[in-house]
Every structure is written in C-alpha cells, then in structure tokens.
C-alpha cells in the first residue's frame, strides 16, 4: 500500500469526488501531510477520460490552486489497484462505499462517505481520543472503532432518506440535488473533517 495517499470515489468521476480530492488536499495538507501525499480520486462507474463537470469547473475558479488542478483533469474507472493504493477512501454515497468494499472487502475499515468520516472523527475528538500526529493509517482506524456510536444528522431536505443514505452526498447530475449544495456540503463537510483530525493530533 502507498503510504500517505487518499482516494475519493464517487459515480461518474467528474464532479463530487474530484471536489472531494481537491479538498481533502487543502485540510490535509495544513495538517502536516508529507510532501508527496496522493489525493486522487476514480468512479464506481466513471467513462473515463472526461474533464469536471462544467458547473463545478467555473464555481470553483476563484479558488487557489482550483484552476491548476481541473485544467488537467480527467475521470478514470475505479479499479482495485486505487484501493489497494490508499490508506483512506472516502465515498460521495453509501453506494460507491459499497463498490469499493465490493472489489477489496478488505476495505471495508478504511472506507467512509466523506460525511460519515466527519461525524466519526468529531465523536473522537469529542470523545478525547488522541492521535499522536497526523497518520492516514491510524485515523482510518480511529474513524472505524467509532463505527456505531454516532447518531446521523438531521435528514436532508433533498429526499426522504433510506437508513443508509444519511451521510449521503447526492448526484447533482441525476437527483433533484443543485451542484451549489452539493459544493457547499462537500467543503462544509471536508472543513468538518479537517477541524476535527487537528483536534485528534493536537489533543494533550
């Protein structure tokens, strides 16, 4: 397994998950990720070889560093070599956490929706949980012994969701969900994410 690498995953490749990836290298790299961190990103049933989508493209524009990393930007396929690459997978939905474990069920403790993530790193750190520094390999495993003791938010006012859909981020290009929302959840939530890992590895 490569070390230091996160993997986002969601359907088509070309909107959540790249947003996903971009974000999560933001937190993660403020935390202290060693130079050479990978953040990549595959979807569970991605074409392959296609650019963001264009609505995220130009939300995003004023963002540093955005228009570097969409420029060259193409969807790939998840296959099990991304899995077997990363030390953390986080999913859009409960769907392609389930694609993932699917193909490596050996996975299955290192693979979150990015909202489900959240919530269990902020139980931890809430919890006192300490993690000596930042570590990709023990937060995944932190995150998983949270499994079970954390109560889903408040339904989405997307739908009326199934169990599993709680920590769900929704597909702007096939629900009723506005790629705005789907934008302002994914950051809000890799924010939530970030802020709760620098409470684990800055605990006394």
């Known amino acids: 397994m490569r070390p230091d690498s996160v993997l986002a995953v969601c359907a088509a490749n070309v909107c959540r998950s790249p947003v996903i990836s971009f974000f999560m290298a933001r937190e993660f790299s403020a935390l202290g990720a060693p130079e050479g961190s990978v953040f990549a990103s595959a ?10 989508c264009h609505t995220m493209r130009s939300r ?14 193409r969807s790939v396929r998840l ?3 991304h899995i077997d690459a990363a030390e953390l ?11 993932v474990a699917l193909m490596r069920p050996s996975a299955r403790t290192r693979t979150f929706t990015l909202l489900e993530a959240a919530a269990l790193a902020e139980h931890a750190a809430s ?3 300490a993690a000596a520094a930042f570590d990709l390999s023990a937060l995944a495993d932190l995150m998983n012994a949270q499994r079970g003791l954390v109560e889903p938010a408040k339904p989405s006012r997307w739908r009326r969701p199934r ?7 929704p597909d702007a290009h096939t629900s009723r969900a506005r790629h705005e929302r789907v934008l302002r959840t994914v950051e809000m939530a890799s924010t939530r994410l970030g802020a709760a890992v620098r ?3 800055t605990a006394p």
């Open 89 to 99: 997978i986080l999913t859009a939905t409960a769907a392609e956490r389930g694609a």
């Open 79 to 81: 296959v099990p070599e």
């Open 163 to 169: 169990p599993e859909s709680v920590f769900d981020i």
């Open 60 to 73: 995003l524009a004023e963002r540093a560093g955005w228009s570097d990393f969409a420029a060259g930007y």
């Open 127 to 129: 919890e006192r949980v």
């Open 43 to 52: 979807g569970a049933s991605a074409r392959g070889g296609v650019a963001v």
């Open 199 to 201: 409470s684990l590895t």
